[in-house]
Protein backbone atom coordinates (compact mmCIF):
# COMPACT_ATOMS: atom_id res chain seq x y z
CA UNK A 1 0.00 0.00 0.00
CA UNK A 2 1.66 3.60 -1.29
CA UNK A 3 2.43 6.18 1.57
CA UNK A 4 -0.10 8.59 1.71
CA UNK A 5 2.09 11.44 -0.55
CA UNK A 6 2.45 8.93 -3.04
CA UNK A 7 -1.79 8.49 -2.78
CA UNK A 8 -2.26 12.21 -3.14
CA UNK A 9 -0.19 11.66 -7.07
CA UNK A 10 -2.41 8.73 -7.66
CA UNK A 11 -5.84 10.51 -7.09
CA UNK A 12 -4.98 13.99 -8.70
CA UNK A 13 -4.01 11.65 -11.62
CA UNK A 14 -7.29 10.34 -12.14
CA UNK A 15 -9.40 13.10 -11.30
CA UNK A 16 -7.05 15.32 -13.94
CA UNK A 17 -7.40 12.69 -16.34
CA UNK A 18 -11.34 12.74 -15.60
CA UNK A 19 -11.84 16.47 -16.20
CA UNK A 20 -9.09 16.86 -18.77
CA UNK A 21 -9.17 14.20 -21.58
CA UNK A 22 -6.04 15.64 -22.77
CA UNK A 23 -4.11 15.16 -19.75
CA UNK A 24 -3.02 11.79 -20.51
CA UNK A 25 -2.51 12.56 -23.94
CA UNK A 26 -0.21 15.67 -22.86
CA UNK A 27 1.94 13.26 -20.57
CA UNK A 28 2.39 10.86 -23.77
CA UNK A 29 3.43 13.70 -25.50
CA UNK A 30 5.95 15.26 -23.05
CA UNK A 31 7.13 11.14 -22.94
CA UNK A 32 7.99 11.20 -26.89
CA UNK A 33 9.54 14.22 -27.19
CA UNK A 34 11.45 14.15 -23.81
CA UNK A 35 10.06 17.16 -22.17
CA UNK A 36 8.78 15.09 -19.13
CA UNK A 37 10.08 16.38 -15.76
CA UNK A 38 10.73 14.72 -12.77
CA UNK A 39 7.51 15.52 -10.83
CA UNK A 40 5.47 14.61 -13.54
CA UNK A 41 8.15 11.10 -13.91
CA UNK A 42 7.56 10.09 -10.34
CA UNK A 43 3.58 10.35 -10.80
CA UNK A 44 3.93 7.94 -13.15
CA UNK A 45 5.63 5.92 -11.07
CA UNK A 46 3.12 6.36 -8.69
CA UNK A 47 0.27 5.38 -10.74
CA UNK A 48 2.08 2.33 -12.18
CA UNK A 49 2.64 1.20 -8.57
CA UNK A 50 -0.83 1.38 -7.75
CA UNK A 51 -1.76 -0.55 -10.71
CA UNK A 52 0.10 -3.02 -9.57
CA UNK A 53 -1.52 -3.43 -6.22
CA UNK A 54 -4.84 -2.93 -7.95
CA UNK A 55 -4.17 -6.29 -9.57
CA UNK A 56 -2.53 -8.12 -6.76
CA UNK A 57 -5.53 -6.90 -4.61
CA UNK A 58 -7.57 -8.47 -7.28
CA UNK A 59 -6.16 -11.54 -7.73
CA UNK A 60 -6.19 -12.62 -4.20
CA UNK A 61 -9.72 -12.37 -4.04
CA UNK A 62 -10.41 -14.54 -7.64
CA UNK A 63 -8.01 -17.11 -5.93
CA UNK A 64 -9.98 -17.04 -3.01
CA UNK A 65 -13.36 -17.55 -4.30
CA UNK A 66 -12.67 -19.52 -7.45
CA UNK A 67 -15.89 -17.46 -8.98
CA UNK A 68 -13.91 -16.14 -12.09
CA UNK A 69 -17.28 -15.89 -14.19
CA UNK A 70 -19.36 -13.96 -11.17
CA UNK A 71 -15.74 -11.76 -10.61
CA UNK A 72 -15.70 -11.46 -14.29
CA UNK A 73 -19.03 -10.24 -14.69
CA UNK A 74 -18.18 -7.38 -11.59
CA UNK A 75 -15.13 -6.41 -13.92
CA UNK A 76 -17.46 -5.74 -17.13
CA UNK A 77 -20.09 -4.00 -15.57
CA UNK A 78 -20.65 -0.08 -16.14
CA UNK A 79 -22.80 0.52 -12.73
CA UNK A 80 -24.65 -1.94 -10.44
CA UNK A 81 -28.21 -2.19 -8.58
CA UNK A 82 -28.51 -3.36 -4.73
CA UNK A 83 -31.90 -5.00 -3.58
CA UNK A 84 -31.58 -6.33 -0.10
CA UNK A 85 -34.08 -8.93 -0.24
CA UNK A 86 -33.96 -12.19 -2.59
CA UNK A 87 -36.59 -15.00 -3.56
CA UNK A 88 -36.57 -17.52 -1.21
CA UNK A 89 -34.82 -20.32 -1.88
CA UNK A 90 -32.83 -18.65 -4.44
CA UNK A 91 -29.47 -20.27 -4.90
CA UNK A 92 -26.23 -18.25 -3.63
CA UNK A 93 -23.71 -17.68 -6.38
CA UNK A 94 -20.46 -17.91 -4.07
CA UNK A 95 -21.61 -20.60 -1.96
CA UNK A 96 -24.52 -22.54 -3.83
CA UNK A 97 -26.41 -22.92 -0.44
CA UNK A 98 -30.54 -21.79 -0.60
CA UNK A 99 -31.11 -18.39 1.15
CA UNK A 100 -33.91 -17.05 3.20
CA UNK A 101 -35.36 -14.09 1.44
CA UNK A 102 -33.66 -11.76 3.65
CA UNK A 103 -30.51 -13.80 4.18
CA UNK A 104 -29.62 -12.39 0.39
CA UNK A 105 -28.47 -9.51 -1.47
CA UNK A 106 -29.37 -9.17 -5.03
CA UNK A 107 -27.16 -7.86 -7.64
CA UNK A 108 -28.12 -6.05 -11.12
CA UNK A 109 -25.47 -5.48 -13.20
CA UNK A 110 -26.00 -2.71 -16.03
CA UNK A 111 -23.63 -4.19 -18.76
CA UNK A 112 -23.89 -5.03 -22.93
CA UNK A 113 -25.73 -8.49 -20.99
CA UNK A 114 -27.54 -6.99 -18.17
CA UNK A 115 -26.86 -9.72 -15.24
CA UNK A 116 -28.35 -10.72 -12.24
CA UNK A 117 -26.22 -12.13 -9.50
CA UNK A 118 -27.60 -13.17 -5.72
CA UNK A 119 -25.23 -13.83 -2.94
CA UNK A 120 -25.34 -14.51 0.48
CA UNK A 121 -25.13 -11.08 2.33
CA UNK A 122 -21.64 -12.24 3.91
CA UNK A 123 -20.21 -11.82 0.61
CA UNK A 124 -21.36 -8.38 0.51
CA UNK A 125 -18.55 -6.69 1.87
CA UNK A 126 -15.82 -9.00 -0.47
CA UNK A 127 -17.58 -8.38 -3.40
CA UNK A 128 -18.02 -4.40 -2.76
CA UNK A 129 -14.01 -4.61 -1.98
CA UNK A 130 -13.26 -6.54 -5.27
CA UNK A 131 -16.01 -3.82 -7.03
CA UNK A 132 -14.04 -0.48 -5.67
CA UNK A 133 -10.28 -1.66 -6.72
CA UNK A 134 -11.88 -2.56 -10.30
CA UNK A 135 -14.05 0.60 -10.68
CA UNK A 136 -12.12 2.93 -8.61
CA UNK A 137 -11.77 6.18 -10.91
CA UNK A 138 -15.45 5.89 -11.04
CA UNK A 139 -15.87 5.06 -7.56
CA UNK A 140 -13.72 8.64 -6.46
CA UNK A 141 -15.96 11.23 -8.52
CA UNK A 142 -19.18 9.98 -7.16
CA UNK A 143 -18.79 11.88 -3.94
CA UNK A 144 -16.99 14.62 -6.29
CA UNK A 145 -20.03 14.81 -8.60
CA UNK A 146 -22.12 15.39 -6.65
CA UNK A 147 -20.27 17.85 -3.87
CA UNK A 148 -19.71 19.74 -7.37
CA UNK A 149 -23.07 19.78 -8.13
CA UNK A 150 -24.22 20.50 -4.63
CA UNK A 151 -21.68 23.60 -4.71
CA UNK A 152 -23.02 24.76 -8.39
CA UNK A 153 -19.21 24.21 -9.29
CA UNK A 154 -20.67 22.08 -12.61
CA UNK A 155 -19.57 25.63 -15.02
CA UNK A 156 -16.63 26.38 -13.57
CA UNK A 157 -13.35 26.37 -15.43
CA UNK A 158 -11.74 23.06 -15.83
CA UNK A 159 -8.34 23.69 -13.95
CA UNK A 160 -10.57 25.62 -10.93
CA UNK A 161 -12.61 22.67 -10.39
CA UNK A 162 -9.55 20.11 -10.13
CA UNK A 163 -7.73 22.44 -7.60
CA UNK A 164 -11.02 22.84 -5.54
CA UNK A 165 -11.34 18.93 -5.16
CA UNK A 166 -7.77 18.58 -4.69
CA UNK A 167 -7.66 21.00 -2.34
CA UNK A 168 -11.22 20.57 -0.74
CA UNK A 169 -11.17 20.90 3.35
CA UNK A 170 -7.35 20.14 3.23
CA UNK A 171 -7.44 17.21 0.54
CA UNK A 172 -10.91 15.57 2.07
CA UNK A 173 -11.29 13.57 -1.00
CA UNK A 174 -8.01 12.18 -1.34
CA UNK A 175 -7.99 11.00 2.66
CA UNK A 176 -10.93 9.31 2.25
CA UNK A 177 -10.08 7.44 -0.65
CA UNK A 178 -6.69 6.42 1.07
CA UNK A 179 -8.79 5.28 4.14
CA UNK A 180 -10.83 3.48 2.01
CA UNK A 181 -8.31 1.63 0.21
CA UNK A 182 -6.39 0.96 3.78
CA UNK A 183 -9.16 -0.56 4.73
CA UNK A 184 -9.80 -2.72 2.08
CA UNK A 185 -6.27 -3.68 2.01
CA UNK A 186 -6.47 -4.97 5.40
CA UNK A 187 -9.60 -7.21 5.11
CA UNK A 188 -7.78 -9.19 1.56
CA UNK A 189 -4.81 -9.72 3.37
CA UNK A 190 -6.07 -11.06 6.81
CA UNK A 191 -9.90 -11.04 7.02
CA UNK A 192 -10.90 -12.40 4.16
CA UNK A 193 -9.26 -15.72 4.77
CA UNK A 194 -11.96 -16.46 7.57
CA UNK A 195 -15.49 -15.59 5.20
CA UNK A 196 -16.65 -19.51 4.58
CA UNK A 197 -17.28 -20.53 0.98
CA UNK A 198 -18.10 -24.20 0.61
CA UNK A 199 -21.77 -25.05 1.99
CA UNK A 200 -24.14 -27.97 1.35
CA UNK A 201 -26.81 -26.93 -1.57
CA UNK A 202 -29.36 -28.29 0.23
CA UNK A 203 -28.82 -25.77 3.35
CA UNK A 204 -31.56 -23.62 3.49
CA UNK A 205 -29.11 -20.18 4.76
Same mark, same amino acid.
Given at each position: @??????????? /???????????????????????????? $??? @????????? $?????? !??????????????? $??????????????? $???? !??????? %???????? %?? @????????? =???????? =?? &????????????? @??? *????????? &???? /? !? /????????????????????????? =????????? /???? *?????????
Amino acid at each position: @MQNFESFVDIF /SFFVRSYFNKLYVDNIDKSIRENTINDD $TKK @MIENVKEFH $TMRHQL !CGKIFEYLKKDELLN $TLVSARGLEQFDVVP $TNSI !CAISGAK %LHAQNGIL %LY @MHSALPTII =IVHKRYKQ =IL &YNFWYLVHFSDEI @MID *IRNWLKKNL &YTNT /S !C /SSIIDKVIEHQEHLFIKKGYVKLKN =INQYIQSEM /SRLP *INHLISQVE
